[in-house]
């Protein structure tokens, strides 16, 4: 990835952690998403705009709060949010 790639990302990354810090207070849920959405920000390019960004961090969180919601573990307890993100991300590097 260029220098000016990979600056873009990190300026996308940051705009995904503000709009995850207005939507939700739950810091766990916040990194698990914002994990989600630095995989999905390598698929971005060109420009990225605040549009984008604000719809990964919604795409992100969104995956992983199905996920929690799906996936216990055998006590019936939710899974860790990191471990979701993980797993989620595992789906698609092998989808």
Avoid: P
């Amino acid at each position: 990835m260029t220098d000016i790639a990979l600056a873009r990302k990190d300026a996308c990354l940051a705009m995904v952690h503000a709009v995850l810090a207005d939507l939700i207070d739950d810091t766990r849920l916040i990194d698990a998403a914002l994990r989600v959405a630095d995989y999905f920000a390598d698929d971005l390019e060109g420009k990225i705009t605040a549009t984008d960004a604000t719809l990964l961090a919604v795409a992100a969180l969104t995956k992983v709060n199905r996920a929690i919601r799906e996936w216990y573990d055998v006590d019936g307890n939710s899974m860790d949010a990191m471990r979701v993100a993980d797993f989620i991300i595992d789906e698609q590097m092998h989808a």
